[in-house]
Structures are given as structure tokens and as C-alpha cells.
């Protein structure tokens, strides 16, 4: 077999959406899988829907998710050109398309647009109207062709399909598909503005490359019986076809930015690392065979069989994804952790505390970065708390008996001179001890009056260790004033 070669081949039309991003990984993982090569070519013909900074957007997610092409605009040698706009200069999709008119598989078609308006249409599937062509053009006489072209008047290049019979199509994922020749209208090849359509570039340049997989979104599923009856009539191989199936979010509809996570940056941005976004998307519409469903890129390269994708779609599940994110986070070594949590935390905390013992703190105990902000702020200050909180009824802790500890420790506290989290510990530990409490009857006391949380990051001696010597004593005496007033 030769060598397996897949290309990813996005539209710089702005953020990276999740589905592309899976296909970007799956076309990478079918081709490392094998020790295969992975393309990276723009499909720029769509000259209307290209956002300006679009391409460093599509460079930037594939370094920072580390799917590196081994082919693209970028690198050097190759079958390039890589991008369409430049390989449209070349004249190379003219030539082919001239060469299917001169077998009578194409045409030139000079209708204006009132007459194509006046045409019967039909609706697609994903619900655009479709102009069924009415093949007007291909009984253009030669002479009628010639003196058009010569006046300089407008025309496409349309296909010339079959108008009976059926075409059969196989997807390695959705098996055969088979659609009667009627529904396969006389798409154009070339547009009036001299570019290909994305129908007739996706065929040539998958064949001049050399791809053998072709990997992409299942929209792309209805019109592949159309792109089969281009490689037949230039007599070349079709390539194997797997295609991906629809991500939808959680209420069962097409993941649309309107959800608010749909696109890589949108995930960035709301604090998931990029490890665990591509390993959550790999499990978008492919199933391992085991238990394991944590995987570095490397792990996924040996475990990734396409042959195990799905058809069905898959829910884009935000929880399932803030769960792995936490895995990921528990997982993380500190200075990177550090790293990348400081900003949240800086945010939130002002007064010169140890950053990194907060850090330290939090990283077992977020899923996402913003988490940070409600685990954190009372260390920045002391929130209002009800005097409940101090009640703990499998502790038998009262306020009254909380008021008794904090008295009794307050003494031990001030005279202490060490207030890292070990050193408190060891005085609290003997206070234990020598009364005979549990250690939770003292330290849920001590917590609530510093934290006024019910749950913190981290017990009473590391909370102290955070916030110092003036500033616990300050508390734990304004929990003994509140608690006296009661
Ligand atoms: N340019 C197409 C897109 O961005 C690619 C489709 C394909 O992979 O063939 O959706």
C-alpha cells in the first residue's frame, strides 16, 4: 500500500470551530497512525468569506494543539502550491477543466442570472435552494461557444452529469451511498470570477497531492457522489473516504456559536488547556477500545483506529470536557500550572500574599481556570457569614464551644512566631492532644473565622499560612467579637 497521506484543508474564515479542529486531529491521526504524512492546504477560493487574520489563527491552533503538518504553505519542497488562491495563478484548475470540456464531461455556460433565477429549484437537505440546470448550454453550437468567449461575456464551467441511472459512492464510515443521477445537478467547476468551486478544487488538488484519506465534516457527505463522477472522468483513483460525524451541543442541535464554546479560541479563552480540548474533541465520534479516556497526542497516534468512529453524532458534553480539564490541571507540573493560573489569581487577590501557595492551593480543586476567582476571593477579604456556619453537628461543634476554641487558641496563636502551615499544624496538633478534641473540633472553628467559607481550598493552618500572622489573628478575634455580640 502506498504511503497514507491525509490533508487538513480549512477556510480562513475565523475562529477555528470545534468540528474542524476534530478534523484537523482525526486527518492527523489517520496519517501518524500509519507513519503517513498530514497536508495543511487553504482552500481560499471563497474569496467573500475570507476574515482577515484568519490564516494565523488556523497556523497558531495547529503548533499550540502540536498537530504539526508535515506539508503545507509554510514548509518547503512538497506538491505545493498549498494554497488555493495561489495554485488558481497557476492556471492549474483551468486546464482541468478544460480538459473535461474537451471529453464532453463539462460545458461553458453563459446564462445570466435572470435565467437562472427563472429556473426550477429544489431544496437541499441542510435547506439552501438548489437551481437544477437545465443543461441549456450544452447544445450551444461550437460557433455560439466561440463567439461568446470571443465578445468576452461572462460564463462558469459546469459539469455535464448524467441525467439517468445512479451513482454509487462508499465512505468508510457510512458505507455505500447510493443516489439516483437525477439529484446531481450540473455543478460548476469554474465561477464567472475565474476561481473553482470548492467542489471541483477539492478533487484536483486532492489528486495532485497525492491524499489518500480524505477527512471531513459529514455536510460534505451529500455531495460526494458528484466529486466520485469527477475523478471517473478524468479516470483517476478515488481516495478512501471518511467522514466525520455532526458534533452537536447539548440540546441535540448543530454546535453553533451561539453556544458560546464552539471554537477553539472560545475554549481558551474560557480557561480549558489545550491538551484537554484536542483530548476531549478525539472522542467526538471515536470510541477507544478500553476504559482509558485520558490520552496524550502521542497515545492517541498508537490507539487511533478510524475504523472505530461513529456516524451517530456526538454531544459536545461542556461538563464531561470541564472534568477532563480538571484531570489535566491535577496532572499539570506546578510551574506550568503557575504559569498559567497567576493571571486568575492575581486578579482576585491584591495584598501581597504568596501567590504561589494559593496556586498550590487550587490546583486540585478547579476544573477550570475562572474557577479559581470563587475559590479564592476570601483571601482577599472576609466575606459576611452566617454564624451557622461555625455549627458542625458530626464535629459536635456549637458556636458556643467554636467560641470556646477560638478563645483557647487565640493566646497560642498570637505567641507563635512560625506561621508556616507545618509549624501552626504542630502547636494546634499539641493543643489536640493535651485536651483530648479531635483534630477537626478545633481546626472548623479556626477555618470558618478565617475563610467564612464552608468549603475552602485547603484546611484552617494553611489558610493562615496564606494570609500571615496580623491579618488570621485579625479574623479569628473579629469571629470571637461576633460570636460573644450573638
Ligand atoms: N475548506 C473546507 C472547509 O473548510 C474543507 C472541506 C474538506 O476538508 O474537504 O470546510
Known amino acids: 500500500m502506498s504511503k497514507v497521506r491525509t490533508r487538513f484543508a480549512p477556510s ?11 478534523t484537523a486531529l482525526y486527518a492527523y491521526l489517520i496519517a501518524k497512525h500509519e507513519g503517513g504524512d498530514f497536508i495543511l492546504r487553504i482552500e481560499d477560493t471563497d474569496q467573500e468569506r475570507y476574515v482577515e487574520g484568519a490564516l494565523d489563527i488556523i497556523y497558531r491552533t495547529l503548533q499550540k494543539t502540536g498537530l504539526v503538518h508535515d506539508e503545507g504553505p509554510d514548509k518547503d519542497g512538497g506538491v505545493g502550491p498549498y494554497v488555493q488562491s495561489e495554485r488558481n495563478a497557476t492556471g492549474v484548475y483551468l486546464k482541468y477543466a478544460k480538459q473535461l470540456i474537451e471529453q464532453g464531461d463539462a460545458y461553458y455556460c453563459f446564462c445570466d442570472k435572470e435565467r437562472l433565477e427563472s ?8 435547506g439552501t435552494q438548489i437551481v437544477v ?4 448550454c450544452l447544445h450551444l453550437s461550437r460557433e455560439e461557444i466561440e463567439a461568446n468567449l470571443a465578445a468576452g461575456k461572462p460564463y462558469v464551467i459546469r459539469i455535464n452529469m448524467p441525467a439517468e441511472g445512479t451513482t454509487t459512492f ?4 457510512y458505507g455505500d451511498i447510493t443516489v439516483p443521477n437525477e439529484e446531481l445537478d450540473d455543478m460548476i467547476l469554474i465561477k464567472s470570477d475565474g476561481y473553482p468551486t470548492y467542489n471541483f478544487a477539492n478533487v484536483i488538488d486532492d489528486h495532485l497531492m497525492g491524499i489518500t484519506h480524505v477527512v471531513r465534516g459529514n455536510e460534505y457527505l451529500s ?4 466529486y466520485n463522477r469527477i475523478y471517473e472522468a478524468f479516470g483517476w483513483d478515488v481516495p ?3 467522514h466525520c460525524p455532526l458534533i452537536t451541543d447539548e440540546n441535540h442541535k448543530k454546535l453553533s456559536k451561539r453556544c458560546g464554546h464552539s ?3 472560545d475554549l481558551l479563552d474560557q480557561g480549558f488547556v489545550s491538551e484537554a480540548i484536542v483530548n476531549y474533541v478525539a472522542l467526538l465520534g471515536w470510541c477507544p477500545e478500553g476504559n482509558q479516556e485520558i490520552f496524550s497526542l502521542e497515545e492517541l497516534v498508537k490507539a487511533f483506529d478510524y475504523h472505530h468512529m461513529s456516524k451517530s453524532p456526538a454531544v459536545f458534553d461542556v461538563q464531561k470536557l470541564k472534568w477532563m480539564n480538571g484531570e489535566y490541571l491535577k496532572a499539570m507540573d506546578f510551574d506550568t500550572f503557575y504559569e498559567m493560573a497567576e493571571p486568575y489569581i492575581r486578579d482576585v487577590v491584591t495584598k501581597g500574599q504568596d501567590l504561589k501557595k494559593i496556586a498550590a492551593l487550587v490546583k486540585t480543586r478547579i476544573e477550570i481556570f475562572p474557577d479559581i476567582r470563587e475559590q479564592i476571593d476570601f483571601f482577599e477579604e472576609l466575606p459576611e457569614y452566617d454564624l451557622s456556619l461555625y455549627c458542625h453537628k458530626k464535629m459536635k461543634v456549637t458556636e458556643e464551644k467554636a467560641l470556646d476554641v477560638l478563645k483557647e487558641t487565640l493566646p497560642l496563636l498570637e505567641a507563635q512566631e512560625d506561621y508556616s502551615n507545618d509549624a501552626l499544624y504542630e502547636t494546634l496538633k499539641s493543643y489536640v492532644d ?3 478534641f479531635k483534630v477537626g473540633y478545633v481546626m472548623w472553628p479556626l477555618r470558618t473565622a478565617l475563610s467564612g467559607r464552608q468549603n475552602t481550598p485547603g484546611g484552617a493552618t494553611e489558610i493562615m499560612e496564606v494570609l500571615g500572622k496580623e491579618e488570621s489573628l485579625r479574623r479569628i478575634r473579629q469571629g470571637i467579637v461576633r460570636l460573644e455580640e450573638r
Open 133 to 136: 440546470y437545465d443543461k441549456h
Open 263 to 265: 471554537s477553539y479560541e
Open 240 to 242: 478512501v473516504y471518511v
Open 119 to 126: 429556473l426550477r429549484s429544489r431544496v437541499s437537505e441542510d
Open 434 to 436: 493535651e485536651k483530648g
Open 223 to 226: 455531495s460526494a457522489p458528484k
Open 170 to 173: 462508499h465512505d468508510d464510515i
Open 12 to 22: 480562513p474564515t475565523g475562529r477555528m470551530h470545534v468540528g474542524n479542529l476534530r
